[in-house]
T-cell receptor
Framework: EAGVAQSPRYKIIEKRQSVAFWCNPI?????LYWYQQILGQGPKLLIQ????????DSQLPKDRFSAERLKGVDSTLKIQPAKLEDSAVYLC??????????FGPGTRLTVT | QKEVEQNSGPLSVPEGAIASLNCTYS??????FFWYRQYSGKSPELIMF????GDKEDGRFTAQLNKASQYVSLLIRDSQPSDSATYLC?????????FGTGTSLTVIP
């Protein structure tokens, strides 16, 4: 069974630029999560989708971050404009229900 | 107060010993609890989950949950150098998932 796919794996941008990340969950997994993991910290949940609906986005900085999951499969997370403090690894995870989450390899974002 | 608290370590144990990792949480309504292992530069990997008070064993790993005292722990028996990693405690409460900052474990050959 293929795991969670993410791209790109690495991205370097300047502050105020925009960036987008893509995630393809494990086949059949209805729930998809985006996390931000800053170096030395645990992952922080940004947004959770159930199929193509948003379950929770309370920790998503909506003035600059947006996410969508069209057709209930792939998802994209966008940052516009980026700030220095957005430098982190962005992790996508998926699960059948709402518990056992399986993580993708992550996208390491560096904002200069 | 953070939702999930872990001792950041580092924790060092000799090969073959038992490693004990602990986690406390603040929300008594938390429903389920997870332990993830994260190697440096890699993404978290689920080790175990536990929902009910008591112990749950899976191979060399045992998760322990005490809801009255609001703590969850992970025991690793017969620790191996390959167990050297950061161990993340996580919980599910309401619609939210919270992770601790992780405990760094080093198993010394």
């Amino acid at each position: 069974e293929a795991g969670v796919a993410q791209s790109p794996r690495y991205k370097i941008i300047e502050k105020r630029q925009s960036v987008a990340f893509w995630c393809n969950p494990i086949s059949g997994h209805a729930t998809l999560y985006w996390y931000q993991q800053i170096l030395g910290q645990g992952p922080k949940l940004l947004i959770q989708f159930q199929n193509n609906g948003v379950v929770d986005d309370s920790q998503l900085p909506k003035d600059r971050f947006s996410a969508e999951r069209l057709k209930g499969v792939d998802s994209t997370l966008k940052i516009q404009p980026a700030k220095l403090e957005d430098s982190a690894v962005y992790l996508c995870a998926s699960s059948l229900g709402t518990d056992e989450q399986y993580f993708g390899p992550g996208t390491r974002l560096t904002v200069t | 107060q953070k939702e999930v608290e872990q001792n950041s370590g580092p924790l060092s144990v000799p090969e073959g010993a038992i490693a004990s990792l602990n986690c406390t949480y603040s929300d008594r309504g938390s429903q389920s609890f997870f332990w993830y292992r994260q190697y440096s530069g890699k993404s978290p990997e689920l080790i175990m989950f536990i929902y009910s008070n008591g112990d749950k064993e899976d191979g060399r790993f045992t998760a322990q949950l005490n809801k009255a005292s609001q703590y969850v722990s992970l025991l690793i028996r017969d620790s191996q150098p390959s167990d050297s990693a950061t161990y993340l405690c996580a919980l599910h409460t309401g619609n939210q998932f919270y992770f601790g900052t992780g405990t760094s474990l080093t198993v010394i050959p």
